[in-house]
């Protein structure tokens, strides 16, 4: 879908059922800062490393041990201004990585991966589009992909704690 609307219009941004606009002109903030800032997405409670298996970061060639201390990347929110570089380090790799199995969704299906109730440095759970959303995101711009993220509970937008609740009760992971 992503590259779809890439090579319509220059300017992307997603944002999934859980999201609540806080203000009146918060999209219109939002797109002004995600146009300043090319890329700007939403930060995340855990740990990359924790809450990615393996094989994700083997698809990437990459050691979990490097994510142990970055924050994950929430997909519930995501802008990005469409060029060549966005679509060959960012929209590609991603689109690359959901086609081949066990790179985002595990080769053994997705129901056990979903709880991050068990405390452990690597590989407690996954966050399927989210794991590799951030282990792109890290790899193009390091620590400095911290100036692109804005919080998940306000000023501009949040999630829905009711519409997350729900999700987990359904998969009975509560």
């Known amino acids: 879908?992503?590259?779809?609307?890439?090579?319509?219009?220059?300017?992307?941004?997603?944002?999934?059922?859980?999201?609540?606009?806080?203000k009146p002109d918060a999209v219109t903030k939002l797109v002004d800062l995600g146009k300043r800032l090319d890329l700007l997405v939403m930060?995340?409670?855990?740990?990359?490393?924790?809450?990615t298996l393996p094989e994700t970061f083997d698809y990437f060639?990459?050691?979990?041990c490097r994510f142990r201390q970055s924050p994950e990347i929430q997909t519930g929110f995501l802008m990005f201004k469409v060029t060549r570089y966005s679509v060959e380090n960012i929209i590609k790799p991603w689109v690359g990585c959901a086609l081949t199995l066990g790179c985002m969704l595990p080769k053994d299906g997705f129901a056990k991966h979903l709880s991050c109730h068990r405390k452990q440095l690597y590989g407690a759970c996954h966050r399927f589009d989210q794991s590799v959303w951030a282990i792109i995101l890290y790899r193009l711009y390091g620590k400095d992909i911290e100036q692109c993220k804005v919080s998940m509970s306000g000023p501009l937008l949040y999630i829905e704690g009711r519409v997350a609740q729900a999700i987990m009760q359904q998969w009975n992971l509560q």
């Open 61 to 64: 060639g990459e050691d979990p």
């Open 43 to 51: 930060n995340g409670d855990g740990t990359i490393a924790e809450r």
């Open 1 to 22: 879908m992503f590259q779809l609307v890439a090579r319509e219009y220059p300017f992307v941004m997603w944002l999934d059922t859980s999201m609540r606009f806080i």
